[in-house]
């Protein structure tokens, strides 16, 4: 019996790439997305081409009930669940002056709440030897103008990663946090000008944006084998930004 992952917000991006590896990696894959459907299902046609099994679901990660029936199909149709990515997620910098209450409130329900919501299921669903992998960013060392509340959210994010590492004592699940520097995405490039896109490319001294796939690896490496001994950790996958 293949291990079961979930990777939330995987219609595109990097969960989609994470999605893929995973399944090439040998685990059954659920893609969840929250409007996405085409793309959600054109990749599971993808992973299941290539010899790999996928199912897509659809689920708000900032929805309890929704996030609570993903892991109810989960389970149905794949089995228990192994391994969580949390990778769904939403940027839109802005000044704190030009924050709207909503804008406010849309970052944390799906950057904080969203990844909350999936822990307290993963809590007593996932199966013993598990492994969580939360997503934050290294927009957090950064420290740009317009980042303040997307940090905070992702902030919040670390801040669980660490605690919930050491909730699962005993059970032989570890509990990590991604923090990729600038990935060449929809949430990345959405709203930049090209040279702003290569002001970006530049500060690292690898000297590119990160792609899906640099980030990907590391997911792979954190739910693989290799992997099993880094617990309670923010690893920062970012050519060397900060
Ligand atoms: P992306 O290209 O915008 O993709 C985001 C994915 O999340 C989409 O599949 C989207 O699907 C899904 N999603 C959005 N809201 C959702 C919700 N409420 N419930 C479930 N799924 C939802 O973003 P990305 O660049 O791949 O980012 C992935 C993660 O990496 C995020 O957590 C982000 O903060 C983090 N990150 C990205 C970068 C970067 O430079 N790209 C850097 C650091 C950290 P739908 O269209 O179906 O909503």
């Given amino acids: 019996?293949?291990?079961?992952?979930?990777?939330?917000?995987?219609?595109?991006?990097?969960?989609?790439?994470?999605?893929?590896?995973?399944?090439?990696?040998?685990?059954?894959?659920?893609?969840?997305?929250?409007?996405?459907?085409?793309?959600?299902?054109?990749?599971?046609?993808?992973?299941?081409?290539?010899?790999?099994?996928?199912?897509?679901?659809?689920?708000?990660?900032?929805?309890?009930?929704?996030?609570?029936?993903?892991?109810?199909?989960?389970?149905?149709?794949?089995?228990?669940?192994?391994?969580?990515?949390?990778?769904?997620?939403?940027?839109?910098?802005?000044?704190?002056?030009?924050?709207?209450?909503?804008?406010y409130d849309q970052i944390f329900a799906i950057n904080t709440r969203g990844t909350f919501n999936t822990l307290r299921e993963a809590a007593t669903r996932l199966n013993d030897g598990g492994r969580v992998i939360n997503f934050s960013s290294s927009a957090l060392g950064l420290k740009l103008p317009g980042y303040a509340l997307y940090n905070a959210s992702k902030a919040a994010v670390e801040s669980m990663t660490h605690v919930f590492a050491k909730e699962l004592r005993g059970r032989q699940i570890t509990v990590n946090a991604v923090a990729p520097g600038p990935v060449a995405t929809e949430l990345f490039l959405t709203g930049k000008s090209e040279e702003q896109i290569l002001h970006f490319a530049k500060l690292p001294p690898l000297e590119r944006l990160g792609q899906p796939e640099d980030i990907a690896g590391v997911v792979a490496f954190l739910a693989g084998p290799d992997g099993g001994w880094v617990n309670g950790q923010t690893l920062r996958a970012n050519g060397g930004i900060v």
């Fill in 1 to 103: 019996m293949s291990k079961v992952a979930i990777v939330t917000g995987a219609s595109r991006g990097i969960g989609a790439v994470i999605a893929q590896r995973l399944a090439r990696d040998g685990f059954a894959v659920a893609v969840n997305y929250a409007s996405s459907a085409y793309e959600a299902e054109a990749l599971v046609s993808q992973i299941m081409a290539a010899g790999g099994q996928a199912i897509a679901v659809k689920a708000n990660v900032a929805n309890s009930s929704e996030v609570r029936a993903l892991f109810d199909a989960t389970e149905q149709q794949l089995g228990k669940v192994d391994v969580l990515v949390n990778n769904a997620g939403i940027m839109k910098p802005a000044p704190i002056a030009e924050t709207s209450d909503e804008l």
